[in-house]
């Protein structure tokens, strides 16, 4: 994913959004938001998406008299930027103890386990 800049906790919220109910409208934004409990004026819905649309996170599509807006940037590219970039700044770019940190003392699944074991035997073999 190229760099691009940093997202604000509001516009992360409209994120959030575009990820769970795919392309939406100012309106179906804002409808969304409400329902969890931030309630944002229809310009400053816009005013989010705008910013994100130009950040590079979102693209809009005219639909009739509204514009579409979706996410061209997934959750997990998003959270694999924002790990990596925290892993330069505080650990000097070594993943290891970032990775370590995440887990220490969490409980997980046996599938969430399966799926590590996974990932560390592809990582293994390349």
Known sequence: MPRRSPVSDA??????????????????????????RRRLAYNTVLTLLSR????????ADRRDTAHLFR???????????SLAALADRVCDGTASPLV???VRGKRF???????FRKLLDDLEGT
């Open 11 to 36: 516009e992360l919220e409209v994120l959030k959004v575009l990820w769970a109910a795919g392309p939406a409208t100012v309106r179906d934004v804002g409808a969304a938001l409400r329902k969890r």
């Open 109 to 115: 699944s046996a599938g969430e386990i399966e799926q």
């Open 71 to 81: 996410a061209v940037v997934t959750r997990d590219e998003m959270l694999g930027s």
């Open 52 to 59: 994100l649309r130009d950040k590079g996170y979102v693209a």
């Open 100 to 102: 370590h940190a995440l």
